[in-house]
C-alpha cells in the first residue's frame, strides 16, 4: 500500500519586498532519480544568485526510487517508476506555486524549470507536456485535493543542466517553450557525450 506524506520545498527570494509579481523558478536536482536532495549545494547557489537577480526561487522535494512511487503499468522498472513520479511532483510543485502566486510574490505567467541531471530530465518532461500527461501516478491513485488537480500552469522557459529528452521526444512540439542546454562532451553519465544534446537542438529546431 502506498501512504500519501507530504514533499517539501524551500523557498529563495530576493531580499526586497517589491515589487511583486517576480518571475519564478522551480529547481530540480540531480542524482538519477535514486539519491540527492533539494538541499543540493549547488542548487541552493544557482538559487541564491538568481535571488539577487531577482528571480523567487523553489527548490523541491520529489519522490526517489528507494519510496517505490506508484506509476502506470506502463512504467516497469524502478528508475522509470521514478521518473514518472519525480515529472508528477514537478508539475504539482508548479501548480501550487501558481495557486499561491500573491503569497510567493510571483508571476504565475512568468515559471520556468531548471534542473541538472536526473532533475534535468525532469524539468525537460515537465515544462513540454500537456496538462494531461504525468498529471497523477495512475487510474489508481486519484490526485488529493490539495495538489490542485485540473488548475492552468505556464512554463516560459526550461534550463537543462546535462539532462536528456530521448525518453520522450515527442513532447517538442512548435508550442515548447524555450530550452538552454549545457552538457558536457565528456560526459558519458547521461548519454553518450553530446548526443543527448545534439538530439535535444535538433528536435527545437525541427519545430
Same mark, same amino acid.
Given at each position: 500500500?502506498?501512504?500519501?506524506?507530504?514533499?517539501?520545498?524551500?523557498?529563495?527570494?530576493?531580499?526586497?519586498?517589491?515589487?511583486?509579481?517576480?518571475?519564478?523558478?522551480? @529547481?530540480? $536536482?540531480?542524482?538519477?532519480? !535514486?539519491?540527492?536532495?533539494?538541499? &543540493?549545494?549547488?542548487?541552493? *547557489?544557482?538559487?541564491? =544568485?538568481?535571488?539577487?537577480?531577482?528571480?523567487?526561487?523553489?527548490?523541491?522535494?520529489?519522490?526517489?526510487?528507494?519510496?517505490?512511487?506508484?506509476?502506470?503499468?506502463?512504467?516497469?522498472?524502478?528508475?522509470?517508476?521514478?521518473?514518472?513520479?519525480?515529472?508528477?511532483?514537478?508539475?504539482?510543485? @508548479?501548480? $501550487?506555486?501558481?495557486?499561491? !502566486?500573491?503569497?510567493?510574490?510571483? &508571476?504565475?505567467?512568468?515559471? *520556468?524549470?531548471?534542473? =541538472?541531471?536526473?532533475?534535468?530530465?525532469?524539468?525537460?518532461?515537465?515544462?513540454?507536456?500537456?496538462?494531461?500527461?504525468?498529471?497523477?501516478?495512475?487510474?489508481?491513485?486519484?490526485?488529493?485535493?490539495?495538489?490542485?488537480?485540473?488548475?492552468?500552469?505556464?512554463?516560459?522557459?526550461?534550463?537543462? @543542466?546535462?539532462?536528456?529528452?530521448?525518453?520522450?521526444?515527442?513532447?517538442?512540439?512548435?508550442?515548447?517553450?524555450?530550452?538552454?542546454?549545457?552538457?558536457?562532451?565528456?560526459?558519458?553519465?547521461?548519454?553518450?557525450?553530446?548526443?543527448?544534446?545534439?538530439?535535444?537542438?535538433?528536435?527545437?529546431?525541427?519545430?
Amino acid at each position: 500500500p502506498h501512504e500519501l506524506h507530504p514533499l517539501l520545498m524551500d523557498v529563495i527570494r530576493p531580499d526586497e519586498e517589491t515589487p511583486k509579481e517576480r518571475p519564478a523558478v522551480i @529547481l530540480l $536536482h540531480g542524482g538519477g532519480f !535514486a539519491s540527492g536532495s533539494k538541499e &543540493d549545494e549547488n542548487h541552493v *547557489a544557482i538559487a541564491q =544568485d538568481l535571488a539577487r537577480r531577482g528571480y523567487v526561487c523553489f527548490l523541491v522535494q520529489y519522490r526517489l526510487t528507494e519510496e517505490y512511487p506508484p506509476a502506470p503499468v506502463s512504467y516497469a522498472d524502478p528508475v522509470s517508476r521514478a521518473f514518472h513520479a519525480a515529472v508528477v511532483d514537478a508539475k504539482t510543485a @508548479l501548480r $501550487h506555486v501558481t495557486v499561491n !502566486a500573491e503569497a510567493y510574490g510571483i &508571476d504565475p505567467l512568468q515559471t *520556468a524549470f531548471l534542473g =541538472d541531471s536526473a532533475g534535468a530530465i525532469a524539468a525537460l518532461a515537465a515544462g513540454l507536456s500537456p496538462p494531461e500527461r504525468f498529471a497523477d501516478d495512475g487510474p489508481d491513485y486519484p490526485v488529493p485535493a490539495e495538489n490542485n488537480p485540473g488548475v492552468e500552469t505556464h512554463t516560459v522557459a526550461i534550463v537543462n @543542466l546535462w539532462g536528456s529528452g530521448d525518453y520522450f521526444p515527442e513532447l517538442f512540439t512548435p508550442e515548447a517553450p524555450p530550452i538552454m542546454t549545457v552538457h558536457g562532451a565528456l560526459d558519458f553519465t547521461v548519454g553518450v557525450s553530446l548526443e543527448p544534446a545534439l538530439n535535444i537542438d535538433a528536435w527545437c529546431r525541427e519545430n
